[in-house]
């Protein structure tokens, strides 16, 4: 079902980057799996989605051994709770203290450093910020708007930030653009370098790519770095991002991945799978499971 | 009126940062002035804005002395005869031959490379690119467009990008944000990291700070760099720009100067003056006239 030397294998073939040894080594160290959610357990698209084949199963597969789950998104068009329970009517065996996510994580930090928001976010992410003093604002928050991205919305958060004497710019993911089913969309990223080139700053992003969004998963199943495996579609902010935190990445070739992604410059996953259910039969095989 | 030593002069001291002999040496070799507009000549806003007191007279004086004159903008919320009208309004001694703006010599490029743009602008500028072939879209120009910097357009500019092989952006100016009646703007710079960042591309810069764009203005006068003096009230573009292209440069404080500006890390003017008129006093006071 793998191989372990190539690596350009062909579509069909998983492809696992490091030395047969070193992989064994891995999965028999691994104590906790972390999950990307779109493109991994399901695509996006309308009526909320549909999930990949086998993937349903898989998550099940991974409850029942031995390794701890969670799931890391950088997911802010919708509250924790309506996202969880989005997923669970496609079928997933999931509950919101499994899930990390962007918008919760800000909170706390806007709590510890006492930092009142101006939000420029979905309005169906807003009511995570509702115990969130908002008046006199002395920070911005941004994350995927989408359509709310108006000129006039993206003026209002640049005000607030420019009449700051040390503007503090929240992003949350810094993503390029994701795929709907109707095409390529801009995503949070390209709005937080439009604030940042405007009032010359650097966000501060919550989510993936940062190791603290990373650290906080791994807290929460108290383990180390190097004892747990991270798997999503995107090679850069999933894949990348563990690995720099120290965790090893599978990429899927399901959701955003591009077959471009296997010759990317400068991150080489751990292994490239066609799934999550061929990751998970790897994984298990492996642990005799 | 000025001082020739102290660096950081109060706002109401005009503050020449070369030596008093350079200065003069400057002043006495000097051929043309090239003025900045919007936050020089007058304050946008609504109605088309106002005059900033003494400027009118300042341009008249120009003109009645020995020195040329040619106006730099990167104005492209309306076509060059619709602007330069509306200054006339204003009592402006101006014609449509003196003004150098972005969009005619955007399209000056499109037609000698084959290019058939996708127009991220103004509606009110469109006019100056009614001759221009657009179908079948292999760049994108983005402009100041404003309000109709809207989630979808600039969604439908990044698509139009993405699909090339080799994306080309073009980019009239890379200002980051204005001043207007109501307050600051987000400036087409802004939108052009967006989509630089979405793509993957470096924009080709049209306008200032581009030393072509200077270059346009002196060639027309037919004098050298050192022989001309960039008065604006932008330090990056208007003042680094011609400084970078061998001029010398002005900041006037009117327009979006901000005091901070007098301590920028990386662009120092020449000299700072409250306004227009009083960069004209000094200069034609230096020059016996």
Chains 1, 2 share one sequence.
């Not at 949350?172 to 010359?200: P, Q």
């Not at 894949?239 to 990445?249: D, E, K, L, Y």
């Not at 599978?250 to 996953?269: F, I, M, N």
């Not at 259910?277 to 298990?284: H, P, Q, S, T």
Request: net charge negative; charged share 25%.
């Amino acid at each position: 079902m793998y191989r372990g030397a190539s690596r350009y294998a062909g579509p069909d073939t998983a492809c696992l980057i490091m030395a047969e040894k070193d992989w064994k080594e891995c999965i028999k160290n691994l104590k906790g799996v972390v999950l990307d959610m779109c493109g991994v357990l399901y695509d996006s698209g309308e009526g909320g989605g549909t999930p990949i084949p086998g993937s349903v199963e898989a998550v099940k597969r991974i409850k029942a051994s031995d390794l701890q789950l969670r799931f890391c998104t950088n997911e802010t068009q919708a509250t924790r709770e309506k996202f969880v329970a989005k997923l669970q009517r496609m079928g997933f065996d999931i509950s919101v203290s499994e899930v990390f996510s962007p918008a919760p994580a800000t909170v706390a930090i806007l709590k510890e450093r006492n930092l009142r928001p101006h939000l420029l976010v979905h309005d169906d992410v807003l009511p995570e910020f509702d115990d969130v003093e908002k008046t006199d604002p002395n920070c911005v928050v941004v994350a995927d708007a989408a359509d709310k991205f108006s000129y006039q919305n993206l003026n209002d958060a640049f005000r607030v930030l420019i009449q700051l004497e040390k503007p503090v710019l929240f992003s949350l993911g810094r993503g390029r653009y994701y795929k709907e089913t109707d095409g390529l969309k801009l995503d949070v990223g390209v709005y937080m370098k439009a604030l940042e080139y405007a009032c010359d700053v650097e966000a501060e992003v919550v989510g993936k790519p940062a190791p603290m969004f990373f650290q906080s998963a791994l807290t929460d199943m108290g383990i180390q770095p190097q004892q747990a495996l991270m798997i999503g579609d995107d090679l850069v902010n999933d894949v990348g991002g563990a690995q720099n935190f120290g965790m090893r990445g599978l990429q899927v070739r399901t959701g955003k991945y591009r077959p471009s992604d296997e010759k990317h410059p400068t991150v080489t996953a751990d292994g490239y799978v066609n799934d999550l259910a061929e990751a998970v039969d790897i994984i298990l095989k492996h642990r005799g499971q």
